[in-house]
T-cell receptor, first 119, second 112 residues
Framework: EAGVAQSPRYKIIEKRQSVAFWCNPISGHATLYWYQQILGQGPKLLIQ????????DSQLPKDRFSAERLKGVDSTLKIQPAKLEDSAVYLC?????????????????FGPGTRLTVL | KQEVTQIPAALSVPEGENLVLNCSFTDSAIYNLQWFRQDPGKGLTSLLLIQSSQREQTSGRLNASLDKSSGRSTLYIAASQPGDSATYLCAVPSNRDDKIIFGKGTRLHILP
């Protein structure tokens, strides 16, 4: 079974530029997550999709970050314009959401991440 | 609001020792608890997932326990090896609002 795919793996940009990240979840997984992980911290959820609908985007800086999952499969996360403090690893994860009581309910599978450096 | 704490933040032990990593959470209304491993510059690899109805899960040299009532989980690593060096994170999804909260992780270094 193919895992979660992300691209690019690395990106270096200057502040005020824009950047986009792409994620392809595991086939059949309805839930997709984008996380931001700053060095030395645990991942912080930016946005959670259930199919193509947004479940939670309370921690997404909406003045500069946007995300979409138009067909309920692939997703893109965009930053425009980037700031120095956006330097981080951006992780995408997906999960299959069977009913409660099913083994491995809500288990998340992560992609390799995209390391963003803003200069 | 769910808060997840991992202690210690960093740990160095000689190869071959058994060790315990700790994870505590403030809200016991959880579906499950998941332990991950993260190598430098890489994504997260799932190690073990414990359902709220379970008390422990085992995979090879790893054993994770869960005590919901006290808000604690431990990850036990037996006979540690240099290849175990990584950051270990625990994550707790709340069954109140489906948000998944991560701890900051424990950076483990196994000395050859």
């Amino acid at each position: 079974e193919a895992g979660v795919a992300q691209s690019p793996r690395y990106k270096i940009i200057e502040k005020r530029q824009s950047v986009a990240f792409w994620c392809n979840p595991i086939s059949g997984h309805a839930t997709l997550y984008w996380y931001q992980q700053i060095l030395g911290q645990g991942p912080k959820l930016l946005i959670q999709f259930q199919n193509n609908g947004v479940v939670d985007d309370s921690q997404l800086p909406k003045d500069r970050f946007s995300a979409e999952r138009l067909k309920g499969v692939d997703s893109t996360l965009k930053i425009q314009p980037a700031k120095l403090e956006d330097s981080a690893v951006y992780l995408c994860a997906s999960s299959d959401r069977p009913g409660q009581g099913t083994p491995n309910y809500n288990e998340q599978f992560f992609g390799p991440g995209t390391r963003l450096t803003v200069l | 609001k769910q808060e997840v704490t991992q202690i210690p933040a960093a740990l160095s032990v000689p190869e071959g020792e058994n060790l315990v990593l700790n994870c505590s959470f403030t809200d016991s209304a959880i579906y499950n608890l998941q332990w991950f491993r993260q190598d430098p510059g890489k994504g997260l690899t799932s190690l073990l997932l414990i359902q709220s109805s379970q008390r422990e899960q085992t995979s090879g040299r790893l054993n994770a326990s869960l005590d919901k009532s006290s808000g604690r989980s431990t990850l036990y690593i037996a006979a540690s090896q240099p290849g175990d060096s990584a950051t270990y994170l625990c994550a707790v999804p709340s069954n109140r609002d489906d948000k998944i909260i991560f701890g900051k992780g424990t950076r483990l270094h196994i000395l050859p």
